[in-house]
C-alpha cells in the first residue's frame, strides 16, 4: 500500500496523510490534474467517483459525484485556491445535494497537497485543515480516514496503466 502514515492531529484540527510511489513528481500530479485519472481513485474501492467538470486553476470549480455499491450517489465539490504545478495544490472540499449544489450543513474541508521528489519517486503528503473539533470528528467517523486511505491506496495502478 502507498500510504506510509496517517496523522489526525485534534489541537491543530488536521488530518495529514504521507504516501510515496514510483513515479516522478511530474506523473503524480497527472493523478489529480487529470480528471479521468482521479476519478480512477479519489473515491475508495466501493465508492467510485465521476468528475462531472474539473479544472485545476485559481477559481476554479469541479464537481463530482461518488456511487456507492447500492447505486447510492453522494456529491461533492473542490473550489481550487492555489496551483503551483506540480509541487502543490490547495483546495476547500465540501459536499453537494443531488443537484450538485452546495451542501451548507457541513463545513468544506481545506485541503493542501503537496508533491517532492524522493529518491526514486514521490512523496504525497495531503494535509486536511478542518474548522473545529466537531467537524473533525464527524468526517472520521462518517468514514473520511479510511476512506482516503483506501482510495489513495489506488493511485499505483492508475501510475502503472
Known sequence: MTVLTVTKD??????TFIAEFAADVDRVWQVWED????????GPPTWPATFTSHE?????RSSYFM???DGTKAGG???VTTVDAPARLEFDDGFADADGNADDSIEPVHAIVTLESIDGGTRMTTLSQFVSLDQLEK??????????TLAMG???DVLAA
Open 10 to 15: 485534534t489541537d491543530a484540527l488536521t488530518l
Open 154 to 156: 489506488q493511485i499505483d
Open 67 to 69: 456511487t456507492g455499491p
Open 56 to 60: 485545476l486553476s485559481v477559481g476554479s
Open 35 to 42: 480528471p479521468r485519472q482521479l476519478e480512477r481513485w479519489w
Open 77 to 79: 465539490w473542490w473550489l
Open 139 to 148: 468526517l472520521v467517523e462518517m468514514g473520511m480516514q479510511e476512506g482516503m
